[in-house]
């Protein structure tokens, strides 16, 4: 069964079961997310793996000193590393799955 629920900012989020490694169920969170452009956030760690689809615009993944943008259709992914993220002057629309 799939769950949905809207956040504060009108994003759409769907929450649904599924199995891995036998029966120990995992959690995936999608979302659909609108970003306005920004010269980045803080270095952070999530206990989740993330993974994005660029729908519209530029969305970079800071790692240490390096830099990678990618552009609609291109896929991101990030697990377990410190990063963070910048939004292109256009701003970004992105697809983002959490895995838990």
């Not at 599924?18 to 659909?32: L, V």
């Not at 994005?52 to 990618?70: H, K, P």
């Amino acid at each position: 069964m799939v769950e949905t629920s809207h956040t504060q900012d009108g994003n759409k989020r769907w929450i649904e079961p599924s199995s891995s490694a036998g029966s120990n169920p995992t959690a995936i969170r999608r979302s659909r997310r609108r970003l306005r452009a920004t010269s980045g956030n803080e270095p952070h760690g999530h206990d989740f793996a993330v993974r994005g689809l660029v729908l519209e615009g530029a969305f970079m993944v800071v790692q240490g000193n390096q830099s990678v943008t990618y552009r609609p259709g291109q896929v991101f992914a990030v697990e377990g590393v410190a990063h963070s993220e910048e939004i292109g002057p256009e701003g970004a629309c992105v697809l983002v799955g959490r895995k838990y």
